[in-house]
């Protein structure tokens, strides 16, 4: 399965990357991969007209969009949009850091849930 992601470069710059996440047969239930450790788990409601500049993400985690839509830019000035059902690991918790904002005058809702430094 692989995840996108938001990274720090050792120069303190941002990127858009990319996990794979090996599963393996769970027989009738699906593929399924191995057991990561977990921190918190955050519900965070956004507002429709939210843009945030340049910020590291403050631990890292994973962020699910449940309902809305954001965009997000990174160092080189590349941007990508991710929605209801996505999924992003956020791990650029130091240097420059990223912009993040609502789009459609939509409010977005969204889980974060916090991990260790390795996935």
């Known amino acids: ?19 794979d996440i090996p599963l393996t047969d769970g027989g009738p239930i699906g593929m399924l991969s191995e057991k990561y450790p977990a921190g918190s788990v955050i519900f965070r409601e956004t507002p429709a007209d939210y843009d945030f500049k340049w910020h590291p993400a403050p631990a890292r985690q994973l962020l699910f969009i449940i309902r809305g839509s954001a965009e997000f830019t990174v160092s080189n000035g590349e941007q990508r949009i991710y929605g209801a059902g996505d999924v992003l690991l956020l791990e650029d918790t130091e240097g420059q850091g990223h912009c993040s904002k609502a789009l459609n005058n939509e409010v977005r809702h969204s889980i974060f849930v916090t991990l260790p430094e390795a996935l």
């Open 1 to 19: 399965m692989i995840i996108p992601r938001i990274y720090h470069t050792k120069e303190g710059l941002s990127a858009f990357g990319e996990i």
